[in-house]
């Protein structure tokens, strides 16, 4: 079984959301069942510094707009994963982040850098390939950015490849105006309802759903959500109409890089049977952030883009109860500056008692993760959501709303899940801040109150099997339907 793998990016060469973890991770898991898997993506500084043993395989020719580009190979240095990178100065190759530029503002040729990644995928695919000693059989697309690639597939380079589109996030579509679609050489005839037009704009998402032979999502409560109105971002009618055929595949985590027995960036590791190092991680963590060195002051963590998705707004007004029932809150995150501000002013209006790191830092991520006493994730919407099931590692149970993966990841705690061993953190009843605070608190109670039974939700997190084994697994399963159908 040959696997392109196509994402814009892919951890550890480039991250902006789990998107990037979850590029990282299941190819590597792919590797491990036999799949020979190699993943395809633009050529941003950070991945042509960071790729080992980079060289060219191939020209690129006839491409839309720039013509003509390389095609280079290189392997990820610890996984020996293989990236095939598309190289052009003029696309890919400028500062700031692979969407827009350092000041926020969304690169106005991104119809034609992600136009290009779906096009070369599709030319990988077919017989005029330039790769002649490596053909995929499918072609697994990821999001928005490669949404073009099964509609190429099917309407213009005819692949005997199957194609998958796998759904990470629908808030994101791609949608551009109608002129595009001769600079990207697209058929005028497909900007129909039947094909890539939506209000009149060209969506590239909605040509991944529509064209792609396979869809899945990263979750079964989301591919469900999906197929309403109020999660479908304007594709619930099309996303029903395929509803069976949607998979809904839960992530896993990569154990290599989030794990509390190893991870290198903690001062003390842990581990379900020796939890000791946690308070030592929870002390440093104190430390570093300025908060007041207190073992028993319950500490919430965040990690987390400031977005309306991620719903922190409502944690913002109850945050003086939190405060008054003795919590501290270390928060690491960055997006809506007015979100960002709240903050900011809850932290100088209580410095020792909360902490709040606005920026991307991914070794403070791993620290806050372990140095925490709970997880709080109160998502609007969530497809799956890492986080969570980094906190279920980490011995830090995740309170979170019942949405998408949250829902299909965190049980709640009650006289039954605690009695079957099952309960590993707290739920919301719905989206709001009165729910938020009524859930911390039954969390704090616990915490507070029966070291025993917090110790209990703690370890049944940390027991579970979160690895990417088994959702690999399924993957495999929707890529021999495709290869082989029934
Ligand atoms: P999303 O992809 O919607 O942002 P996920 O929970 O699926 O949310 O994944 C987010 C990923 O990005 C996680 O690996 C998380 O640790 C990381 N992350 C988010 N914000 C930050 C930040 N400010 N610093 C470091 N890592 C972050």
Known sequence: MKVLFVSSEVFPLIKTGGLADVSGSLPIALQRLGVDVRLLMPGYPAVLNKLTDLHEIAVLENLPVINTATLLMGVIKDTQVKVMVIQSASLYERDGGPYADANGMEWLDNPVRFGILSKVAAILSGANSPVKNWQPDIVHCNDWQTGLAPAYMKLVEQ????????????AFQGCYAPTWLSTLALPRTNFTLEGFEYHGQLSFLKAG???????????????????????????????????????GILNGIETDEWNPATDEYLIAKYSAEKLAGKKLVKRALQERLGLHIDADAPLLGIVSRLTHQKGLDMLVPIMQDLIDAGCQLALLGNGDTQLENAFRHIAINNLGRVSVTIGYNEPLSHQVMAGCDMFIMPSRFEPCGLNQLYGLAYGTPPIVNATGGLADSVIDTN????KN????????????????LHCIKQALNIFKNDAAAWRQIQKNGMLQNLSWDKSALEYLAEY???????
């Open 159 to 170: 692949s005997p490849a199957k194609s998958m589109i796998s759904l990470h996030n629908m």
């Open 209 to 247: 759903i529509f064209y792609a032979d396979a869809i899945t999502t990263v979750s079964p409560s989301y591919a469900k959500e999906i197929q309403t109105p109020a999660f479908g971002f304007g594709l619930e009618g099309l996303l029903s109409k395929r509803g069976d055929e949607i998979k």
């Open 415 to 418: 006289i039954i899940t605690y």
């Open 421 to 436: 061993k099952t309960a590993n953190g707290f739920v919301m009843s719905e989206a709001s801040s009165a729910s938020l």
């Open 480 to 486: 021999e339907k495709l290869v082989k159908p029934i």
